[in-house]
């Protein structure tokens, strides 16, 4: 076992690192007040390369491994996680294109998405149909060469202002086998956006989209008619170790900041942290921490390695979050009064931690998965 990340993968964290301490952090408040990104923000993180990560370098990304990704989003979440969203969607939409689409498609979508002049939303969920996504309703009807969506995603993050999404829509009868997924422009005439009020990441732009009609082509569709699902459900396998750690990097630093002021707060005549009540809290949500960020990094080394890593993934999933929101609250308490105010990056913190519960599938979700694989899928729920 061997557990430092390679040079290079030290290097990009200390890159993104740097990026976050000049560009990311200092506007994280005003961001999230203002509920949207600065001017200017999204280009600075396609000049970062960040939108290319899983990207051949054909099509203008640097073709990373999957624990270099990790790196990145742990890194970004430390300094907004509002701001992992973009670079999130373009890995795991860069990686299910990557898998499923053709040369052709390829070749025509994948340099916009590495360049970041195409922001990419993933368009699963819809009102009625959540973690039983096997049943979505929105309707692809055949015409002429192509098709016609009509029917309503919601909960996309970056739907307010992403330009493509991977759309997954009905083709056929009920269930997983009937469902297709479509890349396709979102700014065009049928489609309309509607953003949620959030309680964190209100920069991630998270919105419900409606699809009245909207025309697209056979050359839309990814992966084949009627097997989309299995392309996002592989895809997830990977994603949600990166939301894990994105939680892990947004908690670790509340914690850091905790440590700090553990040493610079007096109370009775000494530091706090001199007080086992303070210190012991923090030493306990640091383990849980460090024990769920090495189960996500194993999955994504796993997938690397090309070994299956979708229990590890599942595990990372649900379990990071919950570590995040119980050490993001700890770290909070550590501050008093003074943690408890909007714009505290302690209170962001946890309101974005709470969040990653449930995006890319809740706890009960990735339980059901694991427990498929553990248990055999005819002795688990
Ligand atoms: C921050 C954030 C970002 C998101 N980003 C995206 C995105 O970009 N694209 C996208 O398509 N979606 C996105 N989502 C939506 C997310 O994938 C869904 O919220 C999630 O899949 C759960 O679906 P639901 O909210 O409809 O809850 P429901 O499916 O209604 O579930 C409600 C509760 O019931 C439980 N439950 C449901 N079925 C079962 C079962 N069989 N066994 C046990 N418990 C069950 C769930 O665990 C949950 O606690 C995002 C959500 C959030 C909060």
Not at 229 to 253: C, E, K, N, Q, T
Request: glycine share 12%.
């Amino acid at each position: 076992v061997h557990f430092e990340l390679t040079a290079e993968q030290q290097e990009l964290a200390k890159r993104v690192q740097a990026l976050v301490a000049e560009q990311i952090a200092p506007g994280a408040a005003a961001r999230e007040r203002a509920g949207r990104y600065e001017p200017g923000l999204l280009r600075a993180l396609a000049a970062a390369g960040l939108f290319g990560l899983r990207i051949d370098e054909r099509y203008g990304g640097s073709g990373l491994d999957a624990v270099s990704t990790g790196v990145v989003l742990e890194e970004l979440a430390a300094g907004d996680v509002s701001v992992c969203y973009p670079v999130l969607n373009a890995a795991l939409i860069g990686g299910v294109l990557r898998a499923h689409a053709s040369d052709e498609q390829q070749s025509s979508w994948l340099p916009g998405i590495a360049a970041g002049t195409a922001i990419v939303a993933l368009c699963l969920t819809e009102p009625d149909h959540g973690t039983d996504a096997a049943h979505i309703e929105l309707s692809a009807v055949a015409d002429g060469e192509g098709w016609r969506l009509t029917g309503e995603k919601t909960s996309i993050m970056a739907g307010r202002y992403a330009t493509h999404g991977l759309v997954f829509a009905r083709t056929g009868g009920p269930g997983a086998a009937g469902i297709t997924a479509f890349y396709l422009p979102l700014d065009v005439p049928g489609v309309t956006r509607v953003p949620l009020s959030d309680l964190g990441s209100r920069a991630g732009g998270r919105s419900r989209l409606r699809f009245r009609g909207v025309p697209v082509g056979s050359g839309a569709v990814v992966g084949g008619l009627n097997r989309g699902f299995v392309a996002v459900m592989r895809g997830f396998d990977y994603s949600r170790a990166l939301i894990a750690l994105m939680a892990v990097g947004a908690a670790g630093a509340s914690l850091r900041e905790a440590y700090q002021r553990a040493g610079a707060r007096h109370a009775f005549g000494q530091p706090i942290g001199r007080f086992q009540g303070v210190a012991f809290p923090l030493v306990e949500h640091a383990t849980m921490l460090h024990a769920t960020r090495l189960v996500a990094y194993e999955a994504l080394w796993r997938g690397d390695a090309g070994l299956g890593h979708r229990v590890e993934a599942n595990m990372a999933k649900w379990w990071a979050p919950r570590a995040a929101v119980a050490a993001a609250n700890q770290a909070m308490l550590t501050f008093g009064h003074d943690g408890y105010c909007e714009d505290e990056p302690l209170a962001r913190r946890l309101r974005d931690v709470l969040g990653l519960q449930l995006a890319d599938g809740s706890e009960n979700a990735t339980k059901l998965v694991i427990a498929r694989q553990l248990l055999g899928r005819e002795n688990a729920p």
